[in-house]
């Protein structure tokens, strides 16, 4: 589709000047870059801001950073880290030789800190955190000043360097800015700049003992690294003042602009790094890449394309106004990626035999393309010989024995045609004489009618797909369904626990499953449609060449319309 245009490009172009039209150059050139905490897994919503970073700088031209803000050793891991670039090149995008961390800058940080002491405009409080809270002050109510914020240059300086130096245990100090507590904004109520945090940290180890904030390094640090252009969710629009304020009184030359924008919400998920670790801590799902999980893990192992994200990415567009976008959508963008590039297959999810009296004993073979439109392999995907034999597997819930009127399936006396092979007709139907339940379908069929069509004219109206029991081999199915069954399960008024929201029916495994005999070669990740069925991924965990294991990646149309509008 083509490219929707947003706010974020009139700003960059406005700022880097005219267009070389010849070259296509620009007059000044542009940074920008992603900036992960690696505390978490990424998820769908960092696919917008990866997206729109590495887009932005590949439109105009410049460079995007990969950069790691590594201030909080006790939630970061280096697990963290490779995942996060794991998936960032799975995206599709590469950062070349501009991988940074926030820890790169650790000493320099800490100059720009005494240079602010020495300006006074930063000092050591020995406040408690329970205590900052207290004097910060509300909405409508000034903050009450540190005692300590008149303490003098040389002791600030004297206590900082002691704290840098392991003198002190966690939380007997911290150092803030001093900026103005009767700020209507409350970021800039004496923030924190450093704090004591005797923890290893994943990068420099047990070098350092004291930690820059988070609102501190992330500015310096973009300001460091030379972006021209820091992008950022909405949610920080309030701390760019404080970000500025750095930037100012360090006498920062040529600044990063801060440009906000509506960070990507989506229904029946959630967003919240700290949420989503509380489910994989509380064993509601299986990991961070548990295919129900909004993480781009998770995601890539259900069977998600990356095309198909960074085209959802693209249509939902950039704008500065929060909104919920539909799960809907997403599963629209990775249904059109998916039907271009999936070979179609056959499996019977829920096995009933059927026993067709009249066929000869041996087998034959039909041929059946991989994708409808691709007949004469001109996409390359070819394909295959389908076996045929007299006893074969049919969809449990392709027959009914007293079917409804809009039932075309097959039913007592009623024809139907097999997919690519012939029409047959239901003559009996077995039971299992203690449960009660039909077991088998005794069935004839038509040789007349070889290929699914009938001489004489006639016509069915159902056509059910099949495999042959004598060949078909056995697999383990995992239908995924959503994780919520609610469209905002971290809503307060629907309860104060969204984990009361969880879908109990986000997962069901079906172990008796029977595919056709050419899923033998599946490697895991490929992914396929079942006809009739959904898009399909062999599990690149569980999967192995004596147990094929197929996640549902998603279903062939939307089911939970219907289910949205009677909740």
Known sequence: ???????????????????????????????????????????????????????????????????????????????????????????????????????DYFERLYQYAVELIKNEKAFVCSLSAEDVRKQRGTLTEPGRESPDRRRPVQENLDLFQRMRAGEFADGAYTLRAKIDMASPNINLRDPAIYRIRKFHHQRTGDQWCIYPMYDYAHGLSDAIEGITHSICTLEFEDHRPLYDWFLRELKISNPPKQIEFARLNLNYTLMSK????????????????????????????????????????????????????????????????????????????????????????????????????????????????????????????????????????????REVRLRYAYFIQCREVVRDSKTGEVIELRCTYDPATRGGNAPD????????????????????????????????????????????????????????????PSLARAVPGSRYQFERQGYFCVDSQDSTPTKLVFNRTVTLRDSWAKISAAL
């Open 274 to 413: 700290r949420k989503l670790l509380e489910l994989v801590e509380g064993g509601h799902v299986q990991g961070w890449n548990d295919p129900r999980m909004p993480t781009l893990s998770g995601l890539r192992r259900r069977g998600f394309t990356p095309e198909a994200i960074r085209d959802f990415c693209e249509r939902i567009g950039v704008t500065k106004k929060d909104s919920c976008i539909e799960y809907g959508m997403l599963e629209t963008c990775l249904r059109e990626d998916l039907d271009k590039r999936c070979p179609r297959v056959l499996c019977v999810l829920r096995p009933l035999k059927v026993v067709i009296e009249n066929y000869p004993e041996g087998q034959e073979e039909f041929d059946a393309p991989y994708h409808p439109s691709d007949p004469s392999n001109a996409l390359g995907m070819g394909s295959r010989k389908l076996p045929f034999s007299r006893e074969l597997y049919i969809e449990r819930d392709d027959f009914m024995e007293n079917p409804p009127k809009q039932f075309f399936r097959l039913a007592p006396g």
């Open 457 to 516: 004219g006639r016509k069915v109206k159902g056509t059910i797909h099949w495999v042959s029991a004598r060949h078909s081999l056995s697999a383990e199915v995992r239908l995924y369904d959503r994780l919520f069954n609610r469209p905002d399960p971290a809503d307060e008024k629907e309860g104060p626990d969204y984990k009361a929201h969880l879908n109990p029916q986000s997962l069901e495994i079906l172990s008796s499953c029977q595919i056709e």
């Open 1 to 103: 589709m083509s490219e929707s245009r947003n706010f974020i490009q009139d700003i960059i172009e406005e700022d880097l000047g005219d267009e070389d039209l010849k070259s296509g150059a620009y007059t000044k050139k542009m940074a920008t870059r992603f900036p992960p905490e690696p505390n978490g897994y990424l998820h769908i919503g960092h696919a917008k801001s990866i997206c729109l970073n590495f887009g932005l700088a590949k439109k105009y031209q410049g460079t995007c950073n990969l950069r790691f803000d590594d201030t909080n050793p006790i939630k970061e891991d280096v697990e963290y880290v490779e995942s996060i670039k794991e998936d960032v090149r799975w995206l599709g995008f590469d950062w070349e030789d501009r991988l940074f961390h926030a820890s």
